[in-house]
């Protein structure tokens, strides 16, 4: 039986040598792997041909057949991993917790247990006239997170 370990060990070399990381492998009952990666600079599709072709040449399709699927994370999945967040640190993120609490702002701080988002408002200053832009800054766990998406804007 294939496993996602299987894939981890045949892959983690080109992974190091290609500067990239693993955003999520998933091994289906029927053997449908699918391997999503990603890189600061961004993943290829030659990168994820050439990775195709490793795990092709490693497994055995005699011994199982399998259907295989490498991709590189596309730009309106949320994130699954913490290299993701730091990859977009300065753009524009739509982040949903768990309470059902949606923050758009920007993606300031990324640390291991937690990441900052600053919130741009127009609120009533007292004192003023007109509103007042401000930023709220919104620390959160991960663990508080049900997803974060990169905000998409066309020019």
Known sequence: MITKENIQEII???IKEKEAF?????VGPSNKINI?????EGFTIDDCVEVSRLVESKL???????ELE???AGLSEPFKVIEQYKKNIGKD???ITKGGIKIKGVLSNVTEKE???????????EGKKKKQNVIEKHELAYDQVKSTKIIIKFK
Do not use: W
């Open 12 to 14: 983690s070399d080109i």
């Open 36 to 40: 999503l990666i990603d890189s600061m």
């Open 115 to 125: 990441f900052e988002i600053e919130e741009s408002k127009m609120v009533k200053v």
């Open 70 to 72: 490498v991709s590189s």
């Open 60 to 66: 055995d399709r005699d011994a199982e057949d399998f």
């Open 93 to 95: 993120v739509e982040t």
């Open 22 to 26: 693993i955003v999520d492998i998933n």
